[in-house]
Every structure is written in structure tokens, then in C-alpha cells.
């Protein structure tokens, strides 16, 4: 990290900076501005539906990928 910051965390100049480039020209980096698209209704959800519906995805995909194996079986079985 030392060598992508012009500042150390005191104030004083970094010795170690690099300076950013890219197809040698010089890119300035500035800090982002303020989010002004949070979705603040998507806070609300709590951390146990977060985990529901991501286990519902996971066997979701699970169930769809054994389903194709065993019909790629069976076209193997079938055919020969």
C-alpha cells in the first residue's frame, strides 16, 4: 500500500510513491464521492433471509447440474 499513496497516514510526504500510469500517461486517483444510490430498503434484510435465499439458490443449482448428469447418463446408456 505504501507505494500507491503520495501521503503516509501522518501527513508527510511518502518517500516510497510510485506514481500511477497507464500507457505512460500519468492517471490522477481522487477519492469517490458519497453513495447517492443506496437501496435503504435492502438494509432491512435480515441476515437469516439473506442465508435462506442463498441456500435456496445453492440447491437450486445443485438439484439443475445432478439433473443434467443424470440425463447425459442416461443419452450415454441409451445410445450404446
Known sequence: ???????NEDGTDNLDYKGFSSSGLALKVTDA????NIIWE???VS???QKANFSV???????A???????FLWLKVKSG
Open 1 to 7: 500500500m505504501k507505494y500507491f499513496c503520495k501521503l
Open 47 to 49: 441476515s437469516f433471509y
Open 57 to 63: 439458490v445453492v440447491l437450486i443449482i445443485t438439484v
Open 42 to 44: 435492502n438494509l432491512e
Open 65 to 71: 447440474l445432478v439433473a443434467v448428469f443424470f440425463l
Open 33 to 36: 464521492p458519497e453513495p447517492s
